[in-house]
């Protein structure tokens, strides 16, 4: 009987050695925690996973208002910079708060007007509230400064131009305008639902 309890002592041991000398993240990998809980856990915020780059992933998921809590987390980490402004516009864009996405992302324009991803998304909103001449605008300029690589703001400037032309609004068109996001130095698109 006593041979039984000496492997479990020693194992004990092993582990209060391994959670004593690296501050517990062993023990937190092993229960499945990930590595912004640990860092957490740790204290060291510098190793935490970035909350802007949780947004997006959570965007790209459809989770728009966990996004936009990460992003906000983000803002009180890091700042408020025209990143994270885009992206909290876009979220709100997201969750039909189009009057405050257009607020929100006037501001990212305040702070950097060759910003792209937000011309382009407060066209959007713009566009959302039939503002379509305003919304054209700043299709040309995230057109201008995007040097016209992206597709989708190509679509979303020729809806706009379409759309001054009419005198109708057909709210069905407004849902076909793309979201753009930056992140990791390039941009990336959202898909829009129809």
Avoid at 4 to 28: K, M, N, Q, T, Y
Wanted: proline share 2%; aromatic share 6%; glycine share 12%.
């Amino acid at each position: 009987m006593r041979r039984e309890v000496l492997p479990f002592v020693f194992v004990s041991l092993i582990a209060g050695c391994s959670l004593s000398s690296s501050g517990g993240s062993d023990v937190a990998v092993a229960l499945g925690a990930g590595p912004d809980q640990i860092a957490a856990r740790r204290g060291d915020v510098s190793e935490a996973v970035d909350g802007l780059i949780v947004g997006h992933r959570l965007m790209a998921a459809g989770e728009y208002e966990l996004a936009l809590r990460a992003y906000y987390r983000a803002s009180a980490e890091r700042g408020v910079n025209v990143d994270i402004l885009s992206a909290i516009g876009s979220a709100n864009l997201r969750l039909g708060r189009v009057q405050q996405a257009e607020q929100v992302l006037r501001r990212a324009l305040e702070q950097d007007e060759t910003f792209v991803a937000a011309h382009n998304n407060l066209g959007v909103a713009l566009g959302e509230q039939g503002k379509w001449g305003e919304a054209g605008l700043h299709f040309r300029n995230a057109f201008a400064f995007d040097g016209g690589r992206s597709s989708e703001i190509r679509d979303n400037l020729r809806l706009a131009i379409e759309k001054t032309k009419e005198t109708g609004y057909d709210e069905r068109e407004a849902h076909q305008l793309s979201l753009v996001r930056r992140g990791q130095g390039r941009f990336l698109l959202l898909e829009t639902p129809l």
